[in-house]
Nanobody
Framework: QVQLVESGGDLVQPGGSLRLSCAAS????????MGWYRQAPGTERELVAS???????NYAESVQGRFTISRDNAKNTVYLQMNSLKFEDTAVYYC???????????????WGQGAQVTVSA
């Protein structure tokens, strides 16, 4: 069974920084893509950033230049460094991994439990 465990959510002032981490564990053959999504109250879940196993990166326009995604393939871990945080970055941040449990199984999307990030003065 695969688990994604997130950490790093917190309350921070505008202009501050936070670093989220997400570690995947369990029966994992390969992870093709890891990413972060977020969902604020009353809104749909949206992509924040993603990174593939060969380090192709994609950012939402709203976080470009402020957030940095990185990945440690050996540890099956993805990070999100968030700088210059704004009120509108407040949301629950979810880790996502598209992975194969075995070489014979198709890739499946897995989700973490969510980490609350609150930007407030």
């Amino acid at each position: 069974q695969v688990q994604l465990v997130e950490s790093g959510g917190d309350l921070v002032q505008p202009g501050g920084s936070l670093r989220l981490s997400c570690a995947a564990s369990g029966s994992i053959f390969s992870i093709s893509r890891m990413g972060w999504y977020r969902q604020a109250p009353g809104t749909e879940r949206e992509l924040v950033a993603s990174i593939t196993s060969d380090s192709k990166i994609n950012y939402a326009e709203s976080v470009q230049g402020r957030f940095t995604i990185s990945r440690d393939n050996a540890k099956n871990t993805v990070y999100l460094q968030m700088n210059s945080l704004k009120f509108e970055d407040t949301a629950v941040y979810y880790c996502n991994a598209r992975l194969r449990e075995r070489i014979t199984t198709p890739p499946i999307n897995y989700w973490g439990q969510g980490a609350q990030v609150t930007v407030s003065a």
